[in-house]
Structures are given as C-alpha cells and as structure tokens.
C-alpha cells in the first residue's frame, strides 16, 4: 500500500496494514500534523492583481502570498513546547516566577523544510515563539530568502548562523521592496520585549518592530506582541491601515503579556484599520484561558463600539483573501471532501437500485 498519492498527506488506507513503525518513523510520518498540505496549498495558490492571501499557521506565524507571486513568513514557529527560566526570561521579570512552563496547543499546519520559494523571513522580536531556531534554519537551509527582524533580532539571526547578507535590521520609519509589496518597519510598543535579555530595559526600535505590507490588495498590519500603548493614534495619522493583525489573550495576575479584548479593540480603533485579526490566544496554554470566551468578547466589544470596524477569527491553516473575504467574520474549514458523486454515496446507491427494480 503506497504511502501517499502526493497530496502531502498520509494515506487512511496506508495505515490500516501491518508494518514496522518506529519513533523516528512516528515522528516522520505524523508530524508536521499538516504533512506538507498547506505548503502545496501555498505553492498553487495564484494570488490576483487586487487581493492579498495569508495562511493563519497559529499563534503569530503567518504565510503571506502577494499577486507577484511572493511568499513571506511573519513570525514563524516550528518548535514544541518549553520553558523559560528569571535570568532572561521577560514574563517572569514581570511576575516572580524563577520559571514559566509554555505548552504549545496548536498543530504545526506547515512543514518549513518544505518551501520551494520564499522571498523573506520577517520576525518582529526575539522570543522564542516569533524569532524560532526550528524556522530560521529550515529557512536558511533550504533557501535564499532574506531576513528582516530589529537589532536584537538580526544579532539573534547572526548568533543562529543566518549569513550575514541575508541580515537586514528592520529600522523604524524604513522600508523594503520585496515581490509584490512594499514593507514598512513601524513602531512596536511591545513591553514584554523591552524587558527580555539580561541588561536593563531598552528602547522599543531596538527590540521589537510591526511590519506594514502595502500589497494591491490593500495594507496589512502584523503586530506581534504588541501591548496597546496611546502612540498607536500616531501610526494611524501616517499609514491607512486595511488589516491589523495582533495578539490577545488570557493574562494571570502579574504577567501581563498578551492583550486583553478590550485593549485589542481599542488597538484597532486608535488604528483606524478596517478588519481587525486577533491571533496569540490559541498557541500557548498559559494565555489561551477559555479562548472562544476571548474571542466572542473581543468580537463583542468591537462590534458594539465600533461597528464601523470588521472583525475576522481565524482557524489554525486557514486561508484568508483580502479583501475577498472581509465579511466572513468566522472562517469555517472546508469540507475535505472531493469529487463529490451523490450516486456513489450508500443512499445514492439505494435510490438508484430501488428506482431499477421499480421499472421492472
Ligand atoms: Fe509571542
């Protein structure tokens, strides 16, 4: 029995037979969980002149494709779960802990070894979760794409072997051309990220950045970590923001770390942005609390302030067109069914077979 047909999952039929299956044959037939789906799903993916399409890999990772063909990584993560430890670690700063446990909840929807094209890496802080090992080697093995992240993060990239051509400091006010889109380096008031590493606090440019896609589909905001922070209003006086896409979640006392609803909805309202993505409340079990009562608040709250203002809750391997679909509110997944033949069913069948004998 084969294995695969090539669709970049497993077979069912594969494994209802017999064979020697060992961890590493586990490990390398059931994970990623996605196999390499999406990643074909991406690579096919023709994206036209006037739309965007981002792919929601959970947490803040994203694949975004543009209509000239160009496919970039926001934030990608590829590892497990872990812990952090007080000498450098920024939430436990923050609340006293000498360690934090951080048990990822998401499936890994893409497998990074597996991109025949990508044009950037594009990583707004150095947390583990945003500026991953796993990715950036997979990245920088296996293409020739550049990275793009602030000063702490291009001297992390650095320390990870990433050459240093492929290296470009992410400065606030600047910007890059890449395929299809035009990225400006904004400011970033991620308080977490200001506080992480050994030394005092540092200024937020050098720590974390938001990146500003201007694509023909319109302008889309990836936040990161952010915290709300009043200097947004500014941000909204020098850019049209269509899309923001930022972090909100459950917080524990003395941790604050990701958004609440209401700072999220705030977030966007002193954005001005049009269609609001929240991401973060889903990866990571100390922020997920109950993650659907998050995310009907937040829609909620939006809704009833703002209604002016568009709200999208994405699903883990979702695809999402901009602005094509800026009115689904709740993305559903599609069935997975294919080639769909009413006569093949068992109904079908019986209907088919009772309506022959009936006109004999
Ligand atoms: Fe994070």
């Known amino acids: 029995m084969q294995m695969t047909d090539g669709r970049g999952l497993i077979s069912g039929g594969y494994n209802n037979f017999n064979r020697t299956v060992t ?3 586990w490990l390398g ?7 390499t789906f999406l990643n074909q799903q991406i690579r096919d993916a023709i994206v036209p002149k006037g739309q965007v399409s981002l792919w929601w890999c959970g947490g803040c990772s994203w694949v975004v494709k543009t209509d000239a063909g160009g496919v ?3 934030d990608q993560f590829a590892g497990g779960s872990g812990y952090t430890s007080k000498e450098y670690c920024g939430v436990c700063k923050q609340d006293g802990a ?7 909840l998401n499936p890994q929807v893409i497998d990074p070894w597996k991109f025949d094209r990508l044009d950037g890496c ?7 979760d945003h500026c991953d090992i796993y990715s950036v080697k997979a990245a920088s093995q296996t293409t020739e794409c550049g990275f793009y992240g602030p000063k702490t993060v291009a001297a992390k990239l650095a320390e990870f072997e990433v050459p240093g051509k492929r290296i470009h400091t992410a400065i606030v006010g600047r910007s890059v051309e890449v395929p299809g889109a035009k990225v400006h380096f904004v400011i970033n008031y991620d308080d977490t990220a200001i506080r992480t590493g050994g030394g ?7 720590c974390c950045v938001s990146f500003l896609f201007e694509t023909s589909g319109g302008t889309l905001l990836f936040m990161g970590d952010t915290w709300y922070n009043d200097g947004y209003v500014h941000l909204a006086r020098e850019f049209d ?3 923001a896409i930022f972090d909100i979640g459950h917080n524990h006392p003395g941790a604050f770390d990701k958004m609440t609803p209401y700072d999220g909805a705030r977030l966007g309202e002193a954005l001005n942005a049009k269609l609001l993505i929240p991401d973060h409340y889903d990866n990571l079990a100390h922020c997920a609390g109950d993650p659907n009562q998050i995310v009907e608040q937040f829609e909620r709250i939006v809704r009833e302030n703002t209604p002016e203002i568009k709200t999208v809750v994405m699903r883990h391997g979702g695809r999402f067109d901009f602005p094509k679909d800026k009115d689904i509110g709740r993305y559903r ?3 997975g069914a294919i080639d769909i033949d009413p006569d093949r069913s068992e109904t079908g069948k019986r209907l088919l077979e009772s309506k022959q004998n009936n006109s004999k």
């Open 333 to 335: 997944y599609p069935s």
């Open 29 to 35: 037939e059931a994970f990623p969980e996605w196999g």
């Open 241 to 243: 923001i269509d899309v």
């Open 23 to 25: 961890r590493e044959s």
């Open 122 to 128: 594009f990583i707004s802080h150095v947390h583990q």
């Open 98 to 104: 000498a360690s934090h446990n951080w048990l990822r």
């Open 72 to 74: 970039f990584w926001i």
């Open 200 to 206: 005092q606090v540092l200024p937020y440019e050098d």
